[in-house]
């Protein structure tokens, strides 16, 4: 079921009412129908796919058990078997035909043609989120930061829970699973709070990236026929697509939870307004790049280790993080575009700036420096987008290519461009932008309390018309979202 | 939580209040004026007479039925008299597969909520997961109505697209428009039905009904059937008509199903269109072989 469908209109507000009024009574009853709505919830979209998540919870809750074990030796036996089990059933159905390709190629290039088999099933959705979920629990668990769940249930709810399950935030146990075992009461600032994250994400899924998309994708379908002009302004406007799309659902996701009385980790803090790369990974996909630091960077050795083992690992954790998104090596550069990035950060031991305070801090507006730095990390950001757009690697390569020898070539024609004709759509597009920019600016020092800084009621319910009237013109196209295939 | 619960059930049906609110305003107001009209003589028809003749006047729409045709010409001939209609008429008008265009067909209907005597009847055939869909087109075309100017119900001519015939393409047309399972397809009852209303009312508004045949492609109309032929020279017996299906040969003067015309055919069918309105201004007298004159 999707965020943006109809059928969560009626599901949403239908498990609402049955959780506060009918199950009420019981923290259990109130889990059992979380579960229940969760795998309801999930099995809208593939019944067969839905017994691989039961699976995958019933066997993760019970390996716990067998990890806690006080004898190390046996607890790093159980960890080492369900990592390799998490992480398999994951390579399986999202890797396997990707090294099978690459196998492919490999042999193909030594002579030796050898036919692979190659696995005819979709890709389940969300089997990233769940199966980091569970292996969080897991290491928690054997790190003696989180003891083992009793009820099954609970663990579920953990596991499942519908508003996270097919897209993140990716959880941590420590963080969600006392929500789960603790009594909840409904909190009226909380559910309108919530209220108000899902009617702007809702705004800018359906309304800002969805509409985007569309001119995004006609011309990314025939780039080679493009001038500079429409294709810097298509990844530009991509930027903003992925952005709307990923963000558009985190909020409805956070939004769906606190009307249940629950608090998920944030997963965007208004990323394009970061000042550095470093920055820009505190406050993008926040849940995925704390989960990398914690079970992997740190691990490794983080920074304690000198510089060199340093940016190993900062490179290790940039590669994982893009091969996380998909068996793709534009993910993969993707990712090493990224870490490139953050070398200078690094090397200068800037990286840790920036981290308490946002851009404008005391100030309506940003400096020239800030707004310099801004554009300068979204600028690279941008460019880093192209790889993950596109099909393959040398579609990216020609893309760029192809932008600057048009303008080396054509520098006239290039900047004689703006204010000509739209035949493509893309300025008539960059207008949705505007207000995703406007916004996110003005909410920007809480990105869990949208409008609460909207100084009258009447204004906000004029703004919460406007927005609902866009919402439903522009509902019902049932686009996906793009972090659904992660 | 009763607070939260009342405060979102206001805040849901005064949107709702609001919207039908404004809905219905439109509603009423285009329902009386549909069209942008200032024309005595209009074309009415499908996609082919959409795309054969540049002009204002040509009110026909892609996949439209001789159903919404009538009620066109109803509405129109309300906001000024007409004095004469083109109307697009070919082998495949009489055809069943016309009805798939006048049942539940998402992307058909909602165009005609405004004409259409029986509104709910529209109504009724979506299914309730849908209605946004025939809600939201009817906000669309208001839009377009107000902001751009256009008419409420979908009508104007359009540029044809570059292209030339595709022989596979041409052949799945002629399985679409005259075959069911290898089967020859059988007659449309509405469309049929439909086509009487349209004739019988021109006679009694006094309105100069001339059908055109529009151009098809002669490997098209060589695979027409027999019974489509036959048929279409006893329905159209009596009507004044513009045959131009054999106007045209060349391939790049049809898209790629072979029944469209291409850009590069668009000035030479309103030449002829506009030099058989110039013969027959005065009289209207059609000459028996229509397509040997106007080719001249």
């Given at each position: 079921m999707l965020f943006n469908s109809f059928e969560f209109l009626i599901f949403l507000p239908i498990v609402f009412l049955l959780y506060w009024?009918?199950?009420?009574?019981s923290l259990k009853n109130q889990n059992i129908l979380i579960l229940v709505a969760s795998y309801f919830f999930y099995g809208w979209w593939s019944i067969p796919f839905l017994y691989l998540l039961i699976g995958i919870t019933i066997i993760d809750y019970y390996l716990a058990f067998e990890i806690e074990n006080p004898v190390i030796k046996t607890s790093k036996f159980w960890l080492a078997l369900s990592v390799i089990l998490n992480l398999g059933i994951l390579g399986i159905f999202k890797y396997y035909n990707f090294f099978i390709d690459q196998f492919q190629v490999g042999f193909n290039q030594l002579g030796i043609h050898a036919s692979l088999p190659i696995l005819k099933i979709g890709l389940p959705i969300g089997i990233s989120f769940y199966i980091f979920h569970g292996l969080s629990y897991l290491i928690d668990v054997y790190r003696k930061q989180q003891t083992t769940v009793k009820s099954l249930i609970d663990y579920g709810v953990f596991v499942s829970?519908?508003?996270?399950?097919?897209?993140?935030?990716?959880?941590r146990a420590n963080h969600l699973l006392p929500q789960v075992q603790k009594n909840r009461t409904f909190n009226y600032a909380q559910a309108v709070a919530g209220s108000r994250l899902i009617l702007w994400g809702l705004f800018k899924k359906v309304v800002v990236a969805d509409t985007i998309s569309k001119v995004v994708d006609s011309i990314y379908s025939n780039?080679?026929?493009?001038d500079a002009y429409t294709l810097i302004l298509c990844a530009v406007l991509f930027s903003f697509q992925i952005y709307g799309d990923f963000s558009g659902y985190s909020d409805i996701a956070l939004g769906t939870a606190k009307l249940f009385g629950f608090e998920l980790l944030s997963n965007?803090?208004?990323?394009?307004?970061?000042?550095?790369i470093a920055e820009f990974w505190r406050r993008w996909h926040v849940s995925l790049s704390s989960w990398f630091r914690d079970y992997l960077y740190i691990p490794l050795g983080?920074?304690?280790?000198g510089k060199y083992i340093s940016i190993r690992n900062t490179f290790i954790i940039f590669l994982v993080s893009g091969f996380w998104h998909g068996a793709n090596w534009t993910f993969i550069v993707w990712g090493l575009i990224h870490a490139l990035g953050f070398l200078p950060s690094l090397l200068l031991n800037?990286?840790?700036?920036?981290?308490?305070n946002v851009v404008a801090q005391n100030t309506i507006l940003p400096s020239i420096l800030e707004l310099f730095q801004m554009i300068q990390t979204f600028v690279f950001v941008t460019i880093a987008w192209i790889y993950f757009r596109a099909k393959d690697i040398e579609t990216a390569n020609q893309y760029i290519k192809k932008i600057i020898l048009s303008i080396i070539e054509q520098p006239n024609q290039f900047l004689g461009?703006?204010?000509?004709?739209d035949p493509n759509g893309v300025i008539n597009a960059l207008w949705y932008v505007v207000p995703v920019i406007v916004f996110d600016w003005i909410f920007r020092?809480?990105?869990?309390?949208?409008?609460?800084?909207?100084?009258t009621q009447t204004l906000r319910w004029i703004l919460y018309f406007i927005i609902g009237l866009f919402i439903a013109f522009y509902f019902g196209t049932k686009s996906s979202f793009i972090y659904f295939q992660f | 939580m009763r607070k939260f619960v009342v405060k979102m059930i206001i805040f849901i049906f005064s949107f709702l209040f609001i919207v039908t609110i404004s809905f219905s305003a439109i509603y009423h107001h285009f329902s009386k004026h549909p069209f942008r009209q200032t024309y005595r003589t209009i074309f009415l028809g499908d996609s082919r007479i959409q795309y054969l003749f540049k002009s204002n006047s040509n009110f026909a729409y892609n996949s439209e039925s001789f159903k919404f045709n009538y009620y066109k010409l109803l509405s129109l001939n309300k906001i000024k008299k007409t004095d004469t209609v083109f109307l697009g008429c070919?082998?495949?008008?009489?055809?069943?597969?016309?009805e798939g265009y006048l049942n539940n067909q998402e992307e058909v209907l909602p165009r005609y909520l405004v004409i259409d005597p029986d509104p709910m009847n529209v109504f009724r055939q979506y299914h309730f997961l849908n209605l946004h869909f025939l809600i939201k087109k009817q906000f669309e075309l208001a839009w377009n109505a107000v902001?751009?100017?256009?008419n409420f119900v979908p009508a104007g001519y359009a540029i044809p697209a570059r292209k030339k015939v595709n022989l596979n393409q041409l052949k799945k047309r002629i399985q679409q428009q005259f075959y069911d399972h290898q089967k020859v397809i059988k007659f449309s009852v509405q469309q049929i039905a439909y086509f009487d209303s349209i004739v019988k009312y021109c006679n009694e508004q006094k309105i100069h009904l001339t059908l055109i045949n529009s151009p098809v492609f002669p490997a098209y109309k060589a695979l027409i059937p027999s019974q489509y032929l036959n048929y279409y020279s006893l329905k159209t017996r009596g009507i004044p008509m513009l045959n131009l299906s054999d106007s045209l040969s060349k391939p790049?003067?049809?898209?790629?199903?072979?029944d469209h015309i291409s850009r590069a055919a668009l000035d030479k069918t309103t030449h002829m269109i506009q030099r058989f309105r110039s013969l027959n201004?005065?009289?209207?007298?059609?000459?028996?072989?229509v397509s040997t004159i106007i080719k001249k």
């Open positions: 009024f009918v199950f009420n009574k829970f519908f508003p996270l399950l097919v897209a993140g935030p990716i959880e780039y080679q026929t493009h965007f803090k208004f990323p394009y307004f970061s000042r550095n983080g920074s304690k280790l800037r990286n840790r700036k920036f981290t308490t461009k703006p204010g000509i004709t020092k809480n990105e869990r309390e949208l409008f609460a800084n909207i100084p | 070919s082998h495949h008008s009489f055809s069943h597969y016309f902001v751009k100017r256009y790049e003067e049809f898209m790629t199903d072979g201004s005065k009289e209207f007298n059609v000459p028996q072989n």
